[in-house]
């Protein structure tokens, strides 16, 4: 009966309707229907919403969040990474990609332009710090580094209803820099950028030390050199105020990211370069945790966020990793 029905009504978006609704009828069976059908419409609270209890339904959704990792799927990370780093890049290309970062990443804003990355709709659900609030009156500053093209500042500065809120951010891209400031909603009067490598020992910034409430670091330390990152987190410190936050999203240990490395893209553990010459390292909670509280901070959170993205068309599950971390300066 659904061969005849399939093929008088003819059509792609017919089938894929009554496909769906069999989904849903499947769906609906399990002793999960609730709970999916909750996260499918509710607003993703922080940390993700919507667990994969039962395996077999996990291509009727885009993603699942919290997924556990079962020591297999462990040692089969672990082998892709040992397989994809045995053979490092030559001493010329390490030092090309380390000392010309700035020209690369010139180079990834010059043909994207601002098409790239999208805006973080995770941003103010996972730091709620940054979340529109009309109830701060005092003066408040935010500090991101490595901001690109704005898809952090941008939607804070169009959500804001702060009186006294000023935002300030840098790149060492310039093209980033500029981009940026041609875009139709950046705001002069509210966001202060510029050029500046977040790496260098004295940072040339347009504010004194110990001025900032909030520095964000979102999947910035990551396109850092290991060796230089211990500097840039104490110049976090440096510029906080006491009792100020540093709010960090980056890549995790075994991210599906890493794990597509092809062999002779690794430059040091845990450290590759990407096709267009952009570097991209892939932290454990544990390492976040040592930079930051080396530097003096106070650890608020330290998490890792394993998420399975879903491609339902070609039947494909992406495991992705990432960290999340809140380190606070300490009152003196
Ligand atoms: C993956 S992008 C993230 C951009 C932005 N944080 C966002 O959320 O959209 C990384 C950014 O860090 C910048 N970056 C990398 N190393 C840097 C450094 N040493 N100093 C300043 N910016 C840097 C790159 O130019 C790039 O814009």
């Not at 394993?306 to 009152?331: C, E, S």
Request: net charge positive; hydrophobic share 35%.
């Amino acid at each position: 009966m659904k061969m005849k029905f399939l093929s008088t009504m003819h059509g792609k978006y017919v089938q894929t309707t009554l496909l769906n609704c069999l989904l849903r009828r499947a769906i609906h069976d399990t002793e999960h229907t609730t709970d999916l059908e909750l996260t499918r419409h509710r607003k993703k609270p922080a940390g993700g919403g919507r667990v994969l209890k039962n395996t077999s339904i996990v291509y009727s959704f885009n993603a699942w969040d919290n997924v556990e990792w079962d020591e297999e799927q462990e040692q089969k990370a672990l082998e892709a990474v040992q397989k994809n780093s045995t053979v490092t890049m030559p001493d010329d290309d390490k030092i090309k990609f380390k000392s010309d970062a700035d020209k690369f990443w010139d180079s990834f804003y010059g043909v994207h332009q601002n098409r790239f990355f999208k805006d973080r709709h995770w941003l103010f659900t996972e730091f709620a710090e940054l979340a529109p609030n009309k109830d701060i009156q005092k003066s408040r500053n935010i500090f991101e580094l490595g901001c690109g093209v704005g898809n952090t500042i941008l939607p804070i500065l169009k959500y804001s209803t702060e009186p006294n809120l000023k935002v300030f951010g840098c790149d060492f891209s310039s093209k980033a820099i500029e981009i940026f400031r041609n875009h139709p909603e950046f705001d002069t009067k509210r966001c202060e950028i510029f050029v500046m490598d977040a790496t260098s020992e004295d940072w040339n910034v347009p504010f004194q030390p110990e001025t900032q409430d909030i520095i964000v670091l979102i999947f910035v330390l990551s396109a850092i050199e290991p060796v230089k990152m211990k500097r840039v987190v104490e110049n976090c410190h440096r510029y906080l105020k006491p009792g100020g936050l540093v709010l960090f999203r980056d890549y995790g240990r075994y991210d599906l990211a890493q794990l597509r490395f092809k062999s002779g893209k690794c430059l040091e553990e845990n450290l590759y370069v990407r096709g267009d010459g952009t570097m991209v390292y892939f932290f454990t909670q544990e390492e976040v945790r040592k930079l930051f509280t080396d530097a003096g901070f106070a650890e608020e959170q330290n998490v890792i966020d394993r998420r399975l993205q879903v491609n339902r068309g070609r039947m494909l599950k992406m495991y992705r990793v990432w960290i999340q971390t809140k380190y606070r300066k300490r009152q003196t």
